[in-house]
């Protein structure tokens, strides 16, 4: 039996989109870092950190995860202790937003990064139970930073909403504290519209300012390849990529809006 000409072009397509639906849902089951090639990122369970106190006159405190501090690795190429892929610690999103906000302000800040990995790969965690949120609580910041979602695994229905509640549940301890910091959260860098949306909500919840960096992440010319030859490390932002980070963050922290009205 002959098949026309038709019926075999609506079966290709047929194929093709099952095809594509099924790798679609395969995905969703891995982290954005895995996407990258990025999985032997932020070894660990740790939420470690670095911090300047005890000479300035206001506080930023910043959670990120490698893209904001990643120590030395040197089976990918990483030999450094500040933002992965950026060249110097200066140039990494988090030090140009505390440059950012003490150039606004005219006055020296404390800061604390932290790198949170390991709650990433576990949102279902307690806030409540971690001594480090609770202990950057009691440090009482001015301002505060969430950057994180690339290493949460595969965000869908059934586990967004816990992803939210996460994502609220971390800045809530700020949001409700009596020195009222100003709050900005952004999106993953590697463009994932069901973590931009849970992100973008958590923030309404908290009163928090949300930015989109989607949109960032998706050119190559905010990475850093060619620079590394470990790809997980070359998708990383580069200087161009982590200065355009900074300024949507402090484009954030510009708004008028968040917490700190």
Sequence with gaps: MKLNKRVIQLWVVAVTVVTVLCTALSASAESDAAR???TAMNPGSRLGGVERTNVGVFK???YGNSI???GPKADIGWTNNWGMAAS???KDFAHLVVAGLEAKRGEKADFRIRNLAFLER??????ATVAEIAED?????????????ENVAGIDTSNAPAYRRFLADLARPFASSPKRPKIVMRSPFWMNAAKAKCTAEAAADVGAVYVDAGQLGFKNENKAIGLFSHGGV????GDLGMRRLADLILSG???GKGSRQ
């Design 122 to 127: 576990n949102f279902t965690t307690e806030i």
């Design 234 to 237: 070359a998708n990383h932002p």
């Design 137 to 149: 609580a009691k440090w009482a910041p001015d301002y505060v930073v969430i950057a994180i979602g």
């Design 88 to 90: 110097a610690p200066e």
């Design 60 to 62: 930023v405190l910043i």
């Design 36 to 38: 990258m090639g990025a």
């Design 68 to 70: 904001a501090l990643h």
């Design 253 to 255: 922290f510009e708004s």
